[in-house]
């Protein structure tokens, strides 16, 4: 299983982005999807996760700027990310689940100016 996140960059706070996540099989295979974050100096966090059951839920920190979807004919998920904080500033790396397996993408960075 691969995946490969891919849209971040540098945005001024109270923008926007959106990051995508390919997956190299269908969606549908993973109990659960999620993006988690690391800020310098801090442990991974997760963001936001969906599960099987269709279920989006959202750290509290985000909860009211950022949405979970997906596209299952192009098997990619997405993170839209509103009103942008510097504290949103991080590696964000998408995560899948699977039979109680963890597959990890590489991150992309994400860097929110003030």
């Known amino acids: 299983v691969q995946l490969q996140a891919s849209g971040g960059g540098l945005v001024q706070a109270g923008g926007s982005l959106r990051l995508s996540c390919a997956f190299s099989?269908?969606?549908?295979?993973?109990?659960?999807m999620g993006w988690y974050r690391q800020a310098p100096g801090k442990q991974r966090e997760l963001v936001s996760k969906?599960?099987?059951?269709?279920?989006?839920d959202y750290a509290d920190p985000v909860k009211g700027r950022f949405a979970f979807s997906t596209d299952v004919a192009k098997n990619t998920v997405y993170l839209v990310m509103n009103r942008l904080k510097p504290e949103d500033t991080g590696v964000y790396y998408c995560n899948a689940q699977q039979n109680s397996r963890n597959y990890w993408g590489p991150g992309t960075l994400v860097t929110v100016s003030s």
């Open positions: 969906f599960t099987s059951a269709g279920r989006a």
């Open positions: 099989e269908t969606i549908y295979a993973f109990d659960v």
